[in-house]
């Protein structure tokens, strides 16, 4: 299994522009989330999944939108990037029933927007 | 919504000391805390994690304590070494459930000196 990937790794956009980080599992897991880590703030819920067409809003959400259209995948986008978005991303995946719900990270995007 | 709080935010210790790091959280219903470790340049990774029947639970030179009528737990790392330097956060789900949205601590920078 190769778990949960993400891409990019790393991503320079300008004020503005519109892009979509992609999140990936192959682990069947019902329940796909969306981290931003900051620092000194840890880790905040942006969105999350509990299944193929289902969100909802997290912690932080503004500037941010999700679909879920596979069990599978789970892309956020930036509709107009803001430097306040600079940021490391972690999409993340568990399972949503026992025994386990320990949630597995992807290894992060380093955003930084100018 | 959940709240957690963790200290201390940085923590350097000898090779071979213990280290200790406590988390307060303020929902009640919570039932399930996890402790995550993130080394540089990676996603957090779960080490160990207590459900709210235990007290206080081990695994090799890790444990987890749970103090529910405070409402804290403590990650308790013994004997530690190099290898065990990164940043650890604790967490809670919110809305109590266990397979709720965690909320995340603000993370401890952990040093070990050789």
Redo the contacts between chains.
Sequence with gaps: NAGVTQTPKFQVLKTGQSMTLQCAQDMNHEYMSWYRQDPGMGLRLIHYSVGAGITDQGEVPNGYNVSRSTTEDFPLRLLSAAPSQTSVYFCASRRNREPSYEQYFGPGTRLTVT | ?ENVE?HP?TLSVQEGDSAVIKCTYSDSASN?F?W?KQEL??????II?IRSNVGEKKDQRIAVTLNKTAKHFSLHITETQPEDSAVY?CAAPAGGT??G???????TILTVHP
């Design positions: 919504g963790q935010s399930y996890p995550y340049g990676k996603g957090p990774q779960l994690d956060f266990s397979y949205k965690l909320t995340f601590g603000q993370g």
